[in-house]
């Protein structure tokens, strides 16, 4: 069975970075999908950026996230990473480690797409101060 373990939450002030973790591990299909989501409190859960091994969408970002984070793996490692930097206090959420067995990163875009992811890690916080 699939699982994730997200770490590397924290507090920063506006401008500083974090990176995130995830370590994922059981899966048992070729292709795969790994993303972050996060939500604010009263705030719906949106998926933030992606990474996948099936050549129909690779990696992906929001919009409201690019040129800011970057995400990678590790695949020696099982990890995935979102380096975040440039962080503003509206990037202050819950973060979590998802990931989805045979899509590619355009299952994580569109608004709700958390409705059928089926693997969640643990969310992290990340808190932004002015």
């Known amino acids: 069975e699939v699982q994730l373990q997200a770490s590397g939450g924290g507090e920063v002030q506006a401008g500083g970075s974090l990176r995130l973790s995830c370590l994922a591990s059981g899966f048992t299909s070729e292709k795969y999908a790994i993303g972050w989501y996060r939500q604010a409190p009263g705030k719906v859960r949106e998926a933030i950026s992606c990474?996948?091994?099936?050549?129909?969408?690779?990696?992906w970002y929001v919009d409201s996230v690019k040129g800011r984070f970057t995400i990678s793996s590790d695949n020696e490692k099982n990890m995935v990473y979102l380096q975040m930097s440039s962080l503003k206090p509206e990037d202050t959420s819950t973060y979590y480690c998802?990931?989805?067995?045979?899509?590619?990163?355009?299952?994580?875009?569109?608004?709700?797409?958390?409705?059928?992811?089926?693997?969640w890690g643990k969310g992290t916080q990340v808190t932004v101060s002015s």
């Open positions: 998802a990931a989805e067995p045979w899509v590619s990163c355009r299952y994580f875009t569109g608004t709700g797409s958390f409705r059928g992811i089926d693997y």
């Open positions: 990474i996948s091994n099936h050549s129909d969408s690779r990696i």
